[in-house]
Nanobody, 115 residues
Framework: QVQLVESGGGLVQPGGSLRLSCVAS????????INWYRQAPGEQRELVAR???????NYADSVKGRFTISRDNAEKTAWLYLNNLKPEDTAVYSC?????????WGQGTQVTVSS
C-alpha cells in the first residue's frame, strides 16, 4: 500500500534550520510529483513546495529563498530544507502525492519556531 512517512520536525529558534524527510513506499516514486504542504492552527493548508519527476521545483512566495525541496528517487525520499525560519513558519508539514487522481498524505511532522 502507499505510504508516506515524514520526520525531522521539532522546536527551533527564529533564524534556525530544519531538514524534513518524506520516505515513500508502495508506488513508483520516480514517476510522480511530490508536494510539501503545511497547515497552521486555524489556517488553510498551504502548498509550500513541489518537485516533479525531473527535479523541477516550485515554491510558495512566502518561502522562496529560504526553503529548498529535493528528492532522491533511488532512496524514494524527498526532503524539505527549512532555513532562516520565522515564527509564522510554525505548522504541521506533510508530504503529498497524487496517484491517478487519488491524493495520499503522510501523518505530518510538527515544526514550531519560537524563542
Amino acid at each position: 500500500q502507499v505510504q508516506l512517512v515524514e520526520s525531522g520536525g521539532g522546536l527551533v529558534q527564529p533564524g534556525g534550520s530544519l531538514r524534513l524527510s518524506c520516505v515513500a513506499s508502495g508506488f513508483t516514486f520516480s514517476a510522480f510529483v511530490i508536494n510539501w504542504y503545511r497547515q497552521a492552527p486555524g489556517e488553510q493548508r498551504e502548498l509550500v513546495a513541489r518537485i516533479d519527476s525531473g527535479g523541477g521545483t516550485n515554491y510558495a512566495d512566502s518561502v522562496k529563498g529560504r526553503f529548498t525541496i529535493s528528492r532522491d528517487n533511488a532512496e524514494k525520499t524527498a526532503w524539505l530544507y527549512l532555513n532562516n525560519l520565522k515564527p509564522e513558519d510554525t505548522a504541521v508539514y506533510s508530504c503529498h502525492v497524487n496517484l491517478r487522481g487519488r491524493p495520499y498524505w503522510g501523518q505530518g511532522t510538527q515544526v514550531t519556531v519560537s524563542s
